[in-house]
């Protein structure tokens, strides 16, 4: 009842469109998709990675189980003895009144990655930090399990303003 009278309902991606369409399709023809922006002038060309040199996958984002990353970091641990040059950076908040799983999800993610060369960065809210953060990454990956809880992937779409690749999960807001 309360979208009857609105003459357009923006959804910030196609999934959120879908959904919308879903629940209530007599909204189709006025809900359009228009994506959240990334402000591309933060972002500079990344620098040529000298052969040999440490490489970074980065993972920018809440550091919250449906997120995927103790998915990442089993896979992560996995290929880090065929790939001993690289080195696996978590970026973003743990305390749960930052979006996070909390203290606990994080003491089990460090203690099932010990050993291992993963970085914990914590929350970055500075926009030049984070850009900077980007630009040291030479594969971003976002291994999101919430195929209801995600909306539209600007992290992944800030990796690529920086010049890194993303490797995403196969949700609909991806796609």
């Not at 909204?27 to 490489?55: C, E, M, N, Q, Y």
């Not at 984002?61 to 040059?85: C, D, S, T, W």
């Not at 539209?152 to 949700?171: R, T």
Request: glycine residues 12%; aromatic residues 8%.
């Amino acid at each position: 009842w309360l979208y009857r009278g609105a003459a357009r309902i923006v959804a910030i991606s196609v999934a959120v469109r879908g959904a919308i369409v879903a629940g209530q399709p007599a909204l189709a023809s006025r809900t359009v998709v228009i994506p959240l922006p990334v402000d591309l002038s933060r972002f500079g060309h990344r620098p040529v990675v000298a052969p040999g040199s440490k490489r970074t996958l980065l993972y920018v984002g809440r550091i919250h189980p449906e997120k995927g990353i103790e998915l990442l970091l089993r896979a992560f641990m996995g290929l880090q003895v065929r790939y001993p040059n690289w080195r696996l950076a978590l970026v973003g908040p743990i305390s749960e009144s930052e979006g996070g799983g909390g203290e606990a999800f994080a003491g089990a993610l460090r203690e099932l990655s010990r050993g291992a060369a993963v970085e914990w960065r914590g929350a970055v809210w500075d926009p030049k930090v984070l850009a900077a953060l980007y630009a040291s990454g030479d594969l971003f990956c976002y291994p999101s399990l919430a195929e209801r809880g995600e909306a539209f992937g600007v992290a992944a779409l800030e990796s690529m303003a920086a010049g890194v690749p993303p490797v995403v999960s196969d949700l609909a807001c991806f796609r």
